[in-house]
């Protein structure tokens, strides 16, 4: 077929080519004359548009083109060029890059090791002496020495540059076990437990350094990184905070962010083989993991404003965290004392609530309620102690202390916690139906 039309096509003679043309190029002339001058309008508007655009935008300039930002590119020479570092896109994101860099060399791992038992297996028959008895060995096991293994972790972080470490009390519980600190660098350090606060949830450790010799050949200890100490006083549900801990006693250092979610909270945990009471405590949403107990919760600004210290297991990112304004009475009094004290009644008791009031018929709705615990050596007046001495029995209701009712929000600990030993208390008691006042002096309870 194309070539019956290209044979056709080239007998065609030359003047019909030559009209053909003329034709179309009147054509052309016409269709211009109508819609040249709109065509040309709209070019120019266009060319304005363009012009403004770029005068309201100047500093827009075309991108070079990139290569892969995973891989360094090559130099005129040959040298590898690393590409540029990360820039933070929110004020908020690059205040807490900043604060993980600042705190996190004064962040540390807590491990604990312990003594065990090693047992090996072995056979024997349990009939040798029976002739004719088919011949079978039963397994048995036998303790073959002890092995230091490691039974747990926590955190801490550094609060002096001596190396004294605040982190749980339930961390470093075990007087038995052997603790050792992980710095974020990688180095161990044996610890020492200084001491662990009788009721809140903390405890002291000490590290030290190797000492190296100076140019003047003289041994020094070279400081340990600290953490800054906020204040917990003024503290607002919604500020955003920053947790870092040892997760799940694997993982170091590990950081989630989040906001205070909840505070003044009243809380019963558990581990370590006990349970205990936290009042006053910071609910968080910030992820605190198991091994996270001890680490610092972060403002923004780098400060310390509470000590991890439990987690809801039946709920998702429901953690808290031990206000840093009750640790640093503990932190003074070791470094001035190397103890921590307490003053101390001497009972126990249960805080009297409106369900409380129900459950066990009381005739009112506040108060403590003396008691005694589960087993005998739980008595509800401790031996020897103030308490005994002043007349308190089990059954008592402590209605008020100097005057002021004891409730939920005020509560009896919070009260005594305020007061040192050897103070004068006027206790407001209701017995058998009765109030009454007894005076009590405070005792001292220490670590």
């Given at each position: ?19 053909v ?15 040249g ?9 266009a ?8 005068r ?12 892969e ?21 929110t004020s908020?994101?690059e ?51 002890t092995?230091?293994?490691?039974i ?12 004294m470490?605040l982190?749980?009390?339930?961390v ?15 180095n161990?350090?044996?610890?020492k ?21 100076d ?38 250092n ?15 945990a ?33 400060e310390?404003?509470?000590v ?15 206000l ?24 126990r ?66 009260l ?13 008691i ?18």
């Open positions: 077929m194309t070539k019956t039309i290209k044979t056709k096509f080239q007998k065609l003679k030359k003047p019909l080519l030559i009209g043309l003329l034709v179309i190029f009147c054509l052309g002339i016409f269709a211009g004359s109508i819609y001058n709109e065509l040309w309008q709209g070019l120019k508007g060319a304005r548009e363009v012009n403004n655009y770029l309201v935008f100047p500093e827009i300039k075309p991108s070079p083109q990139t290569t930002l995973s891989q360094p590119s090559a130099g005129t020479n040959g040298e590898q060029v690393q590409p540029p570092a990360y820039t933070p896109q908020q994101e205040a807490i890059i900043r604060v993980v860099k600042e705190v996190s060399p004064a962040v540390v791992s807590i491990i604990i090791t312990k003594d065990l038992p090693v047992f090996e297996q072995y056979y024997e028959s349990p009939f040798p002496e029976l002739p004719g008895f088919p011949e079978f060995q039963i397994p048995q096991y036998r303790q073959k020495g092995e230091k293994q490691e747990g972790g926590g955190t801490g972080f550094v609060i002096s540059e001596e190396g470490i982190t749980n009390r339930h470093v519980i075990d007087q038995e076990a052997d603790y050792t600190v992980l710095t974020n660098d990688g161990k350090y044996p610890a437990v200084l001491a662990r606060d009788p009721f809140q949830d903390l405890a002291i450790l000490k590290v030290e350094k190797e000492k190296i010799i140019e003047e050949g003289e041994f020094i200890q070279k400081p340990f990184s600290v953490v800054k100490l906020g204040d917990s006083e003024n503290l607002q549900i919604g500020q955003t905070v920053i947790a870092i801990g040892n997760a799940l006693g694997e993982f170091r590990t950081v989630s962010v989040g906001v205070i979610s909840g505070l003044g909270r009243t809380i019963t558990s581990g370590a083989g006990i349970i205990e009471t936290l009042e006053d405590v910071i609910q968080t949403d910030a992820a605190i993991n198991k091994g996270n107990s001890g680490g610092p919760l972060l403002n923004l600004r780098g310390v404003i509470g991890n210290v439990a987690m809801a297991q039946e709920a998702q990112s429901i953690g808290f965290a031990i840093i304004n009750k640790a640093k009475r503990d932190i003074e009094q070791v470094k001035e004392t190397g103890k921590i004290v307490y003053p101390f009644l001497g009972i008791y249960i805080l009297i609530t409106p369900e409380i009031q129900e459950e066990r018929g009381l005739a009112v709705d506040y108060g403590v309620l003396i008691v005694r615990g589960d087993t005998s050596q739980d008595p509800a007046i401790v031996p020897g102690s103030e308490a005994e001495k002043a007349g308190l029995k089990e059954g008592d209701i402590i209605l008020e202390i100097d005057g002021e009712r004891i409730t939920l929000e005020n509560s009896l600990a919070k005594i916690r305020e007061r040192q030993p050897g103070d004068k208390l006027v206790l407001k209701l017995r058998e139906e009765e109030e009454m006042t007894i005076e009590a002096f405070l005792g001292e309870k220490t670590s």
